[in-house]
């Protein structure tokens, strides 16, 4: 996992990368997302809602074998509204080279090599998770069920029922701003001797 110290550079980076636009519009969206490589390479329109600005993924693209809903940040509305350009009629949100095809497994592997990056795409979901947890106060289940991870205590699971979407929203909201920031340049200006 990269350090999420680095993640603003690293988003920075990927955007000036000679990688596809489709791929740097997908590996953002994913790393925004902080969903897993698959659930990104296979998205379809149909999933989409751009005007509630969520993402709801099919139970059987699914680790956990259930739909999960995710909420889609301005970023990411922006993200797929660039992919909608670039892939017009195909139905992947993020298609790869010949049509009607999703993006290879190994396309953010080689834009990863292609950066000189130790990390894997699977790996931001835990740059997400350990900011969530070292720089935010939003509550651990919040923050595991941005993951789409269960709740392996069975007494806990039967009563949270929901999804915490709103809350979820907000804290995906919060690393958005995180991921995305520029950092500003840090200019000395020296005393006047006079």
């Excluded at 596809?20 to 149909?46: D, G, P």
């Excluded at 074998?65 to 940040?73: D, I």
């Excluded at 017009?88 to 095809?101: C, H, I, Q």
Aim: aromatic share 10%; charged share 30%; hydrophobic share 35%.
């Amino acid at each position: 996992a990269l350090p999420y110290s680095e993640i603003s550079n690293f988003v920075s980076e990927l955007r000036a990368t000679q990688c596809s636009e489709s791929t740097k519009l997908a590996f953002e969206f994913l790393i925004l997302t902080a969903t897993r490589t698959s659930e990104v390479q296979l998205a379809t329109w149909t999933e989409i809602d751009l005007v509630n600005k969520t993402w709801t993924i099919p139970a059987e693209r699914m680790k956990a074998g259930r739909k999960f809903r995710v909420p889609l940040t301005t970023r990411c509305i922006e993200i797929l509204e660039q992919a909608r350009e670039l892939s017009g009629d195909d139905g992947y949100v993020f298609p790869g080279l010949k049509k009607g095809k999703p993006l290879s497994n190994n396309t953010f592997l080689k834009a990863l090599q292609r950066m000189n990056k130790d990390t894997t795409a699977h790996g931001f979901r835990s740059t997400f998770r350990d900011w969530a947890a070292e720089r935010t106060n939003f509550p651990r289940e919040v923050c595991e069920m941005a993951l789409a991870h269960t709740v392996s205590d069975k007494t806990e699971a039967a009563y949270l029922r929901g999804d915490l979407f709103d809350k979820r929203r907000e804290l995906m909201d919060t690393w958005t701003t995180y991921a995305t920031a520029s950092k500003a340049k840090v200019v000395t200006i020296r005393e006047s001797s006079a």
